[in-house]
C-alpha cells in the first residue's frame, strides 16, 4: 500500500521554526514530484512548495517565500519543509503530496495523486 507519512508538526510561537517531514512506503518516490500544501479552517486546501523529482527545482507560494524552503532526502524518498519565521497566518494542517512518475513541479493541486493525511501546525500570536 503507498503510503505518505507526514510528521513535525505542533505548537509553536510566532517567529518560531518547524521542520515538517514526509516519509513515503510503499513503493519510491525518488523520480516523482513532490509538494506540500496546507489547508486552514474554513479555507480551501493551497499550494506551499513544490520540488522537482531531481531536487534541481523548487516552486514557492508567495506568502511563504523566503521564509520556508522544501528539500528532499539523499535517497529523494522523503521530503522536507523547513519552516522559519512563522505567522499565525501559517496556522493549517500541512499535506505531503506527490505526482506521478517523472512529471514537473507544480502548484496546481488537482496535478498531484497521492496525499498524506497531514500534520498539524498552530501558530500562536
Known amino acids: 500500500q503507498v503510503q505518505l507519512v507526514e510528521s513535525g508538526g505542533g505548537l509553536v510561537q510566532a517567529g518560531s521554526s518547524l521542520r515538517l517531514s514526509c516519509a513515503a512506503s510503499?513503493?519510491?518516490?525518488?523520480?516523482?514530484?513532490m509538494g506540500w500544501f496546507r489547508q486552514a479552517p474554513g479555507k480551501e486546501r493551497e499550494f506551499v512548495a513544490a520540488i522537482s523529482w531531481s531536487g534541481g527545482r523548487t516552486l514557492y507560494a508567495d506568502s511563504v517565500k523566503g521564509r520556508f524552503t522544501i528539500s528532499r532526502g539523499n535517497a529523494k524518498n522523503a521530503v522536507f519543509l523547513q519552516m522559519n519565521s512563522l505567522k499565525p497566518e501559517d496556522t493549517a494542517v500541512y499535506y505531503c503530496?506527490?505526482?506521478?512518475?517523472?512529471?514537473?513541479?507544480?502548484?496546481?493541486?488537482?496535478?498531484?495523486?497521492?496525499w498524506g493525511q497531514g500534520t498539524r501546525v498552530t501558530v500562536s500570536s
Open positions: 503530496a506527490a505526482r506521478t512518475i517523472f512529471t514537473i513541479a507544480t502548484m496546481n493541486l488537482g496535478e498531484y495523486s497521492y
Open positions: 510503499g513503493r519510491t518516490f525518488s523520480n516523482n514530484a
